[in-house]
T-cell receptor, first 114, second 119 residues
C-alpha cells in the first residue's frame, strides 16, 4: 500500500533533539491528520488539516508543531520531547465534502524518546 | 462527545470458523459513519469495512460483514471462514458526518480487540 507514506518509520531521539516526521499522501485527498497511538490507549487525534484549515486538539503540547505546506504533505515537528511522548504516530488522509469519508492511514512512525 | 466501546479486549477463533467482535457507541447525532479497522503486527491501520448510518442495509466485504443496529447503537463485525492472516487488533471507529469543524471530522476509536486465529 503506497497511498499514504510516512518517514522515518522508526526514530530514536533525546529530549533535547529537534526532529520532524513526514507524511505524504498520493490519493488526491484534501484532508490530513496526525494521530498518536500509545500502548493500551485508544488512538488520539492530534491535528487535522482540511482546506488549509487547521484544527488543533487542545490537549496537544506545544512541543508538537504541525505544518501542512500543501494538500499532499504533512509534517510534525518535534522539539524537547518527553519520554511519555514515545508512541506510534500515524498519519491519515481523506477526501472531505464528498461521499468518500474514509480515512486511509500510513504505516506510522514509531518514536522512542530517551 | 461521542464514545466508542469495545468490551472484548481479546478474542480467539479457530481457523475456518466464524467470530463476532462487538462494538457499541454513544452519540446524539443521526448522521454518521462507522468503521472497522484492523492493525496487524506491522502496525499499518487497514480499513476493513464501513457503514453509513442512513443505510439500513448491513455492509459486507467478502468474508467480513457487520450487524448495524442503529437504535441499539451497536455495530458488530462478523468474520467468516477465519484465516491466519486475520489475526490483528481490530478497532471500531465513529465519525460524524458534520462539516462544521475539524473536530467534527475526527475519528473516535474504541480501545480495540486483539483477535487470535488458532490453526
Amino acid at each position: 500500500e503506497t497511498g499514504v507514506t510516512q518517514t522515518p518509520r522508526h526514530l530514536v531521539m533525546g529530549m533535547t533533539n529537534k526532529k520532524s516526521l513526514k507524511c505524504e499522501q498520493h490519493l488526491g485527498h484534501n484532508a490530513m491528520y496526525w494521530y498518536k497511538q500509545s500502548a493500551k490507549k485508544p488512538l488520539e487525534l492530534m491535528f487535522v488539516y482540511n482546506f488549509k484549515e487547521q484544527t488543533e486538539n487542545n490537549s496537544v503540547p506545544s512541543r508538537f508543531s504541525p505544518e501542512c505546506p500543501n494538500s499532499s504533505h504533512l509534517f510534525l515537528h518535534l522539539h524537547t520531547l518527553q519520554p511519555e511522548d514515545s508512541a506510534l504516530y500515524l498519519c491519515a488522509s481523506s477526501q472531505e465534502r464528498g461521499n468518500q469519508e474514509t480515512q486511509y492511514f500510513g504505516p506510522g512512525t514509531r518514536l522512542l524518546v530517551l | 462527545a461521542q464514545t466508542v466501546t469495545q468490551s472484548q479486549p481479546e478474542m480467539s477463533v479457530q481457523e475456518a470458523e466464524t467470530v463476532t467482535l462487538s462494538c457499541t457507541y454513544d452519540t446524539s447525532e443521526s448522521d454518521y459513519y462507522l468503521f472497522w479497522y484492523k492493525q496487524p503486527p506491522s502496525r499499518q491501520m487497514i480499513l476493513v469495512i464501513r457503514q453509513e448510518a442512513y443505510k439500513q442495509q448491513n455492509a459486507t466485504e467478502n468474508r467480513f460483514s457487520v450487524n448495524f443496529q442503529k437504535a441499539a447503537k451497536s455495530f458488530s463485525l462478523k468474520i467468516s471462514d477465519s484465516q491466519l492472516g486475520d489475526a490483528a487488533m481490530y478497532f471500531c471507529a465513529y465519525r460524524s458526518a458534520g462539516w462544521s469543524s475539524g473536530s467534527a471530522r475526527q475519528l473516535t476509536f474504541g480501545s480495540g480487540t486483539q483477535l487470535t486465529v488458532l490453526p
